[in-house]
């Protein structure tokens, strides 16, 4: 599939600042402060919803990553308004970290310190501070780092507990979520301190940060990425015995990426190449066991009990994006490449909802959107697809002449 650098490059930055339009114009909370807690699949705003921890943060690395690569000054300005709401309402200034919820007023319902959103934090408050300069935002990303390592890490066997009180003590349910097992170690905790990690490295080059993302790194290639399958696992026990036999395909393409990203920050060039070969043969997994034929990812599938959730995912796609073409740069294998354009073309005939703005939350086998879909809530928010059109761009950028620039290799 031939397809122009130029073209494709403009096709991107036009629905980038589609989504970006659509959270400008739709989700500001002009009422109680900050950004809406939910907003219905017609771009509706959800009269009193709780606010999320999660969505909350995503919004605040949104703004701040667009005004990084864009320069807009009116995504500076959202990236303000994020940062505020943050600090003024989801930040603990008692015991530290941040709370997990608020309800639409801004006061607190759930108190919670979720590892996985303290997490977000540090993701969040490292991007503003590259948009920002201000010095505040960097030293909250340091200090949610250093009460990370405190209360969550484990120093028996490594890694980092799900959850912790108010007060970071002991929890009885650390579950991020009620569909989640309600178990002290998870891959998607651990998948999403890898990016804060990363992140935060970037911009603050301290010996410690950079040792424990080694370590975090260590702990995907030996722990949680299964060596038979290639796929992750979900769940674990304390001494990091497997307790699930469900994949995710989502999580491992973006696993896949992620892990080469912080791999590089490291500058430990054989963990680098270690990297690069395990996370190749991830991605071979989720196309052979993953992909439907239209070239969309299903969502999961439990291999012990063959049970399928085949609907797909917004996030699922964005994902498929970035793990592709990240593949493409470090193989030069045009296949990679040529799935995707195939997500891609996928994400414009399925995911982009052009009628009401942004992407369709859930598809069915037959490309048509679940009636219970959102366009922004408790997880649904423009990270995501935002940062896969981003680092579709920078990447695409890099790479010269018109595509596919290399002959298809057999892998």
Request: proline letters at 2%; hydrophobic letters at 40%; charged letters at 25%.
């Amino acid at each position: 599939m031939m397809v122009e650098k130029e073209q494709l490059i403009n096709e991107f930055d036009k629905e980038l600042k589609n989504i970006l339009h659509f959270w400008q114009t739709r989700t500001i909370d002009h009422q109680y402060g900050g950004f809406a807690g939910q907003i219905d699949a017609k771009g509706k705003m959800v009269a009193k919803a709780d606010k999320s921890l999660v969505l909350n943060t995503r919004i605040l690395w949104t703004f701040s990553a667009a005004y990084n690569f864009l320069g807009n000054r009116h995504y500076l300005d959202l990236a303000h308004r994020a940062f505020d709401y943050l600090i003024h309402h989801f930040l603990d200034k008692k015991h530290g970290g941040l709370f997990w919820a608020v309800d639409y007023k801004g006061n607190v319902i759930n108190p919670r310190k979720q590892i996985y959103g303290q997490g977000f934090g540090i993701y969040a408050f490292s991007e503003y501070y590259k948009a920002s300069g201000k010095h505040e935002s960097l030293d909250m990303a340091i200090q949610l780092f250093h009460l990370i390592e405190k209360h969550s890490f484990d120093p028996q066997y490594g890694g980092y507990l799900e959850a912790l009180s108010r007060e970071w003590k002991t929890l009885k349910d650390m579950r991020l979520s009620d569909k989640d097992a309600n178990l002290p170690k998870s891959m998607n905790t651990h998948l999403h301190l890898l990016e804060p990690y990363s992140n935060l490295l970037g911009i603050w080059p301290d010996n410690n940060l950079k040792n424990k993302l080694t370590a975090l790194l260590r702990i995907f290639l030996e722990k949680i990425l299964d060596k038979q399958s290639y796929h992750f696992n979900l769940f674990f026990s304390n001494d990091w015995t497997v307790q699930s036999g469900i994949v995710s395909f989502g999580h491992d393409i973006e696993g896949a990426w992620l892990i080469n990203e912080a791999a590089i920050l490291t500058g430990n060039k054989a963990l680098i190449n270690e990297a690069k070969k395990e996370t190749l043969k991830m991605v071979n997994a989720v196309i052979k066991d993953g992909m439907a034929p239209d070239y969309s990812l299903y969502y999961e599938h439990d291999f012990k009990k063959n049970q399928w959730l085949k609907e797909r995912h917004w996030w699922v796609q964005a994902e498929a994006l970035v793990g592709l073409l990240d593949a493409f740069e470090h193989s030069g294998i045009a296949d990679y490449f040529d799935l995707f354009l195939k997500v891609w073309e996928y994400i414009k005939r399925y995911v982009i909802d052009y009628k009401h703005g942004e992407w369709h939350e859930l598809i069915n086998d037959n490309g048509n959107p679940l009636p219970s879909e959102l366009k922004a809530g408790f997880w649904k928010c423009p990270y995501h697809n935002t940062r896969a059109l981003l680092e579709s761009m920078k990447r695409i950028r890099n790479i010269d002449a018109s595509y596919p620039i290399v002959a298809n290799q057999s892998k």
